[in-house]
């Protein structure tokens, strides 16, 4: 990645970093967000052009109005932001979008939150998802093929203004996501909250999300390779008794 690069030849070199090996309890300073599904993705935005890419030189094919809302919510000169296409039924989960004080309770309310794994267990853990991933990002990119309906979840920065957002701590990379991508019904940023808030953790469980994504909040995105501070475990099953909270 060079400060030469245009947007979409970076977006199109993009390779993802991958999940790391540690319990979420082992993430310093962790924060929380819904494993979105659908595929990973990067978008490629210009004031006049958005193009995405899943981890290939070729483009994804892009629903006109997927494209429309990309550019139309873009308000810098240049980005590449990292992201889930996804189906529509996500955005029904309206309470992750919520705002609410952050509650704090104890993460020994998940089990297996605090619990150090094996390392046979990590490993069928990651080929199973692998293989999940793999089948998921399939269906999607059939479907963008014959021209349904997606939408584009929004969660990192990886370039801004001809600059690499790299080694910035993820925090930073959220907040300047925020601050030049406008929602709308076929983009949204990521809704993320404290590890500590239990309550909307599990809320997210009950509302159907598989899994969640637990980051280091001062991590920076390592392109390619493993990111310790970086770990995907299966959502909880939530419950009237945990209640849904929102999102910080």
Do not use: C
């Amino acid at each position: 990645m060079t400060d030469a690069a245009t947007p979409r030849e970076v977006a199109a070199a993009w390779r993802p970093q991958r999940p790391g090996r540690r319990a979420p309890s082992e993430i310093p300073n962790a924060i929380v967000e819904p494993d979105w599904g659908g595929i990973r993705a990067v978008a490629a935005l210009q004031p006049d052009a958005a193009v995405l890419f899943a981890g290939t030189p070729e483009s994804l094919p892009l629903p006109d109005d997927l494209s429309r809302a990309l550019i139309d919510g873009f308000t810098a000169l240049g980005a590449v932001v990292e992201g889930h296409v996804t189906s529509p039924t996500v955005l029904d989960r309206a309470a992750v979008e919520q705002r609410a004080p952050r509650v704090e309770r104890p993460p020994i309310l998940f089990p297996g939150w605090t619990r150090r794994r094996r390392p046979s267990d990590i490993d069928a853990e990651i080929r199973e998802r692998e293989d999940r991933a793999a089948e998921a990002e399939q269906a999607v990119v059939d479907a963008l093929a014959r021209g349904e309906p997606h939408v584009f979840v929004a969660t990192d920065l990886l370039l801004l203004d001809d600059q690499p957002t790299l080694d910035l701590p993820l925090l930073e990379r959220k907040r300047l996501l925020e601050s030049i991508l406008v929602p709308s019904e076929a983009v949204r940023v990521s809704a993320f909250v404290q590890a500590s808030s239990t309550r909307v953790v599990a809320s997210w469980g009950a509302l159907g999300f598989a899994g969640l994504s637990y980051h280091g909040s001062n991590s920076r995105y390592l392109a390619g390779d493993e990111n310790p501070d970086w770990a995907i475990v299966s959502a909880p099953a939530g419950s009237e008794g945990t209640g849904a909270a929102g999102s910080g």
